[in-house]
């Protein structure tokens, strides 16, 4: 998960534009078989260009398989 902000500077004629990054566990995250069920479907929702952008190449299909058991 990341939050976003965007602050602007007008005087400046500026903007500043931050993100932050935060992990968890993956058995911490899914928490329940809903939002196991939620984040399998997005996986399965992805182009193949964005599942190797996100680096799920090589495990996606062994996240979809653990996501499922757990819905």
């Known amino acids: 998960m990341e939050r976003q902000t965007l602050s602007g500077f007008p005087d400046a004629g ?11 566990p993956l058995r911490e995250a899914v928490g329940g078989s809903g939002y196991a069920r939620q984040l399998a479907a997005a996986l399965r929702s992805m182009t193949p260009a964005q599942v190797q952008y996100k ?17």
């Open 14 to 24: 500026g903007a500043l534009f931050t993100i932050r990054p935060f992990t968890y």
């Open 55 to 71: 680096g799920l190449s090589v495990i996606g299909a062994d996240l979809l398989t653990w996501l499922d058991q757990q819905a």
